[in-house]
């Protein structure tokens, strides 16, 4: 199986080294100039759990990728405002046969994939698995994953397929489960990634020091209960009670509450522009197909974007 990766930063090298080193056939296709000069020179070279892991990988600029190559599987670990660009610049690696896995963050992705690809082409999941990085062709790969994934067409063979990756990662050791709630889960995700994401950005603190800013806790509770709002409303359950003590876990010091979410270190540490526009953006344009309100979720939208110019992230 020729297994293409669209997006080589922490993610995409993550789950590059797994698959490599496990044997499989990869090959990574990436914007950043630098990042493809360094790992053409030096392969991926990850900070894996504190020791240095190195492999070898082939990869191609996005606007320069070889005529020949052809993909069974095309997993898109892109930034959410690169995607639909890095799509367009590959097309002449799909084929009718090539299955698309997203585990991207935020909601919207089975829209932007059904532009392009069938829907018995789609696998759409999230994952439990994180990637940060040092410098190019440097990921820092700390802690342990798992990837929940559901394909959208209704076929056989498009349960069969979504099932073979399913073992295709558990073989490499990035663990599949094939989960009929997808959608569900997508939300709790976002539940989480609406409210840390753009509160600690534009607060400039960690998750527990949030937590423990009694205030926080009613805009917590208010961008959960829009999301919640949105998810029931098209026709995923969610409980609200439920998500709000799930983002609650978020404060505790002892495990995550340290950490310092990937849009602060995308914005803050980094100066890079956010994925605001398909986490808290997305809800809110949901909320206005759907008749729901989410003035919450929009003014979190627009506060980031404002810091994005402020900073003159790009
Ligand atoms: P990333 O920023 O590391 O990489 C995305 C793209 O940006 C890559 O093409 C990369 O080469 C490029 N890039 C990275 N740093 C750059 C720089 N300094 N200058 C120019 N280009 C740069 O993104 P990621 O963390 O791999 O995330 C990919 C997707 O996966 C996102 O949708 C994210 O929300 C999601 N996700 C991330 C994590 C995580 O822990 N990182 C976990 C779950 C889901």
Redesign the pocket.
């Known amino acids: 199986m020729k297994i293409v990766i669209l997006?080589?930063?922490?993610?995409?090298s993550r789950f590059g080294l797994m698959l490599k080193k496990a044997g499989k056939d990869v090959t990574l296709l990436?914007?950043?100039d630098k990042?493809i000069e360094a790992i053409r020179e030096h392969g991926i070279r990850a900070n894996y759990n504190g020791e240095e892991v190195q492999v070898d990988i082939d990869i191609y600029p996005i606007d320069d990728v070889d005529p020949d190559l052809k993909a069974d599987l095309l997993i898109v670990?892109?930034?959410?405002m690169?995607l639909e660009d890095a799509i367009q610049a590959t097309r002449s690696i799909v084929t009718d046969q090539t299955k698309v896995l997203c585990?991207?963050?935020?909601i919207g992705y089975d829209d932007i994939l059904r532009k392009y690809f069938d829907d018995e082409q789609i696998v759409l999941g999230n994952?439990m698995?994180?990637?940060?990085?040092e410098g190019p062709g440097r990921p820092k790969l700390f802690g342990n994953g798992y990837v929940n994934l559901l394909n959208l067409g209704k076929s056989e063979e498009a349960t069969a397929a979504a099932k073979d990756i399913v073992a295709l990662l558990d073989e490499v050791g990035l663990n599949g489960v094939y989960e009929k709630e997808i959608f569900y889960l997508i939300y709790k995700k976002v539940c989480v990634n609406a409210t840390m994401n753009g509160l600690c950005t534009i607060l400039e603190c960690n998750m527990a020091d949030l937590g423990d800013a009694q205030a926080s806790h009613d805009l917590i509770n208010q961008l959960v209960k829009e999301v919640v709002d949105v998810a029931n409303a098209e026709g995923v359950e969610m409980d609200l009670d439920e998500m709000i003590d799930h983002v609650g876990e978020c404060f505790n010091r002892e495990t995550i509450g340290g950490h310092f979410p990937?849009m602060y270190q995308?914005l803050i540490t980094?100066n890079?522009l956010t994925?605001i526009d398909y986490i808290n953006g997305a809800v809110a344009q949901k909320g206005e197909k759907l008749n729901v309100p989410t003035p919450y979720n929009q003014f979190l939208t627009s506060l980031v974007h404002t810091k994005e110019q402020l900073l003159g992230a790009k």
């Open positions: 997006g080589a930063g922490g993610m995409g990436d914007g950043w990042n670990f892109t930034k959410a690169q585990l991207m963050n935020g994952t698995w994180t990637a940060g990085l990937s995308d980094n890079r994925e």
